[in-house]
């Protein structure tokens, strides 16, 4: 069965600090995998996304990275804001001929000033 | 903003009502797909549809939820005799098939409460 496991699943870190969001699926066969940032009452946005021979994005302050051995993502973020104060979810897609992608429960992020 | 869009935003309802969200999707997108989000949770998948070919609808939470793309453009999602239980946001996404990514571009959502 394919999963998505986050962790951890909420963190609170004071602005400035830099922090880390992991993600462990079992998803195969694996196409990509994205990371979405979903504010309070809104809708997901992508942030990131990654294929197979990719192991690092960057968009801004948010660095994500991929193993695809280990089938382990992480999210970086540096210098934190408070506006990162969100809901971060990783999403993994299969070539298997389904374009239903597997959804982690999200890692809920608070910044404090 | 996205460029999907979603209507209306909330929708408070009493038990046993039905009611009607409708999604427009990204004007070149053939994908669009229906989720189900609970508090603290990741979104649900529910039903997605091709053009407007519903492909998968075998997750569905039952037969008082049912959806409809009828000319490939605009979808709707109806819930029938609501229950407390369906209270959650409804999501909608869209994506272009290509050999790339299928990236799902998100609507904003539709919060539903039912009392």
């Known amino acids: 069965k394919n999963q998505v496991e986050q962790s951890p699943q909420s963190l609170i870190i004071l602005e400035g600090k830099n922090c880390t969001l992991q993600?462990?699926?079992?998803?195969?066969?694996?196409?990509?995998l994205r990371w979405y940032k979903q504010d309070t009452g809104r809708g997901p946005v992508s942030l990131t996304i990654?294929?197979?021979?990719?192991n690092t994005k960057s968009n801004g302050r948010y660095t994500a990275t991929l193993d695809a051995d280990t089938k382990q993502s992480s999210l970086h973020i540096t210098a934190s804001q408070l506006s990162d104060s969100a809901s971060y979810i990783c999403?993994?897609?299969?070539?298997?001929?389904?374009?239903?992608?597997?959804f982690g429960r999200g890692t809920s992020l608070i910044v404090h000033p | 903003d996205t460029g999907v869009s979603q209507d209306p935003r909330h929708k408070i309802t009493k038990r046993g009502q039905n009611v009607t969200f409708r999604c427009d999707p990204i004007s070149e997108h053939n994908r669009l797909y229906w989720y189900r989000q609970t508090l603290g949770q990741g979104p649900e998948f529910l039903t997605y549809?091709?053009?407007?070919?519903?492909?998968?609808k075998s997750r569905l939470l039952s037969d008082r939820f049912s959806a409809e793309r009828p000319k490939g453009s605009f979808s709707t999602l109806e819930i029938q005799r609501t229950e407390q239980g369906d209270s959650a946001m409804y999501l909608c996404?869209?994506?272009?098939?290509?050999?790339?990514?299928?990236?799902?571009?998100f609507g904003p959502g539709t919060r539903l409460t039912v009392l």
């Open positions: 999403v993994v897609s299969s070539t298997g001929g389904s374009y239903i992608p597997t």
């Open positions: 549809f091709q053009n407007e070919a519903q492909l998968e």
């Open positions: 993600c462990n699926y079992t998803v195969s066969p694996f196409s990509n």
């Open positions: 990654m294929t197979f021979s990719e």
């Open positions: 996404a869209s994506s272009v098939d290509s050999k790339s990514y299928n990236e799902q571009f």
